[in-house]
């Protein structure tokens, strides 16, 4: 801790501030814990000391120490920063009021006060220059409607989660330069507010509740042409708000999960040429998936499951090489999984579980190099597991589970181990041969048990054949070094058991052991 005198003014008020908000019991105090680095009151240039940011002149311009259990009275001499730029205090437990001797934080840009006790906002009506203001959370909402209206220069605001009624208030009607705007699970549900603000980019009204009233006035949307990002989620989607959406075609990220959309136009993907995310997870959508989804050439992340798709995977989503996740779980799909998704080489997970895909696992998918989540379970898929499976050595979770795979897990697979894998799961299949290439793919058994003690592994599914007929005995003495081994099933196995409680027993974080 420092000793002496603060070095000048900026520094001395700090050591105020750390005082005053009850610093002695931050959940953070240092930039880097590891060095004791960057510590409050500590002997490091102040400059470095958690949160704070300075100019080249030695002054504070910015101070953010979002959730770090500040207490006590926000002080009045905070107005004292006077080359403050960015402020962020969110999601702390602190009391007090923005006074107007705020006026003197000229240069400030960027407010964040949410889920804070502050219960006065009066002071805000003196910072005309502010650019970002972040109330989310916030338990005094009407106080707001008499400070808003001196902002005519705010560019984002977030009042997410206040009691708002079902009306944008007038104060942010006539913020016309706003370009972001997030009222999260508020109770407004009457877009006639929003016919003004046509600079919106950004726009985040999702609810919580899915049973809210319908949207009134849905066509104002239509005339937000420049918004490049709109969520919806949980929020009644009717036909009409549907259409007055297509017309947005510089969108490039649309959430409307949980809603009710049934089927999508044929227009749907033409309308948003530049779109990059669409969340539709559990949005009720029918049919096939539409085979001129390549009209959105830019996706990255396409996210259907939960849905109730019919038909084949289009072979036109082979075509989106900007894909990163590729997710269709739980929906209704039928044929075989198009050998072409193998040049989808951006993918990071790929995600086709609970569906009704034919078929033999196709050997383009070890192309799939950035691969970290490869789930395919509770499908029909038949055949051998892939031999270039093995190559995925970026895979963390493989789940092959609930298929009608046959033959022997390659060692290639099991070798996966010894990358990046963590989680495998092959059981209820038809699988049979030998457990031995489970263990990292490495033939010489004496090297297995400190390679295995390597793994940090939460839980390691041994399920894998649901009809073995061979199994390495020597594998089971290797069980006593994984340490980590929480859960372990060997279900639905012939597995001999007459070794089972001399080579588990040792393991002694183990409290789940099943064996069917």
């Known amino acids: 801790m420092r000793v002496g005198r603060a070095r000048n003014v900026e ?12 610093g002695s019991s931050w959940t953070s105090q240092c930039s880097d814990y590891r060095r004791s680095e960057g510590c409050w009151l500590s002997d490091d240039p102040y400059c470095e000391w958690l949160g704070v940011g300075c100019d080249v002149n030695g002054s504070v311009v910015s101070l953010v120490l979002p959730n770090n259990m500040l207490l006590g009275n926000l002080p009045e001499f905070i107005a004292n920063f006077t080359s403050l730029v960015t402020l962020d205090l969110a999601y702390n437990s ?3 009021t923005i006074s107007p001797t705020w006026g003197a ?3 400030l840009r960027s407010l964040d006060l949410s889920n804070t006790l502050v219960s006065n906002f009066s002071g805000l009506a003196e910072l005309p220059n502010l650019r ?5 959370i916030l338990l005094y909402p009407d106080v707001l409607d008499n400070v808003l209206a001196n902002l005519k220069h705010l560019e984002a605001l977030d009042l997410s989660f206040p009691g708002l009624g079902k009306h944008i208030p007038e104060a942010i009607q006539n913020l016309t330069s706003l370009r972001q705007l997030r009222l999260v699970g508020s109770r407004i549900n ?7 603000m046509v600079n919106l ?12 009233r319908i949207l009134q006035h849905p066509e104002t949307l239509s005339r937000l042409t420049k918004l490049q990002y709109l969520a919806l989620s949980r929020t009644p989607v009717t036909s009409q708000i549907l259409n007055s959406i297509l017309p947005l075609r510089n969108l490039r990220n649309l959430h409307l999960a949980h809603t009710n959309l049934s089927a999508l136009p044929d227009n749907f993907f033409p309308s948003f040429p530049a779109l990059t995310l669409l969340d539709l997870r559990k949005a009720n959508v029918h049919g096939e998936i539409p085979a001129n989804i390549i ?5 990255s992340e396409l996210l259907l499951q939960d849905n109730n798709l019919r038909g084949s995977i289009p072979e036109g989503i082979c075509q989106l090489q900007n894909l990163t996740i590729l997710n269709l779980t739980n929906n209704g799909l039928v044929g075989s999984i ?3 998704l193998g040049n989808i080489t951006s993918l990071t997970i790929l995600a086709l579980g609970i569906n009704s895909l034919v078929g033999e696992l196709p050997d383009s998918l070890g192309d799939l190099q950035n691969l970290s989540i490869l789930d395919l379970r509770l499908n029909h898929l038949q055949g051998n597991i892939s031999v270039s499976l093995g190559q995925l050595k970026n895979l963390t979770e493989l789940n092959l589970a609930g298929n009608i795979l046959t033959g022997q897990l390659p060692f290639e697979v099991g070798g996966l181990f010894q990358e990046s894998l963590v989680v495998l799961d092959a059981s209820n299949n038809f699988l049979a041969g030998e457990l031995e290439l489970i263990t990292m793919g490495n033939p010489n058994s004496h090297l297995v048990p400190p390679l295995l003690s390597l793994l940090s592994l939460l839980s390691l599914l041994f399920s894998l054949f649901s009809l073995l007929s061979v199994f390495s005995l020597c594998f089971l003495s290797v069980l006593s070094s994984l340490s980590f081994l929480s859960s372990l099933s060997l279900s639905l196995s012939s597995l001999s058991l007459i070794s089972y409680p001399y080579h588990i027993g040792p393991i002694k974080q183990l409290h789940n052991r099943r064996v069917i």
């Open 11 to 22: 520094e001395q008020l700090l050591i105020d501030f750390y005082d005053a908000m009850g």
């Open 338 to 340: 198009p050998p072409c």
């Open 190 to 196: 009457d877009l006639a507010g929003l016919r003004n």
């Open 105 to 107: 934080l000229t240069h």
């Open 132 to 136: 970002n203001l972040s109330l989310a």
């Open 295 to 299: 009209a959105s050439p830019m996706l």
């Open 94 to 96: 602190f009391t007090g």
């Open 201 to 212: 980019e950004y726009l985040d009204m999702s609810r919580f509740d899915p049973h809210v």
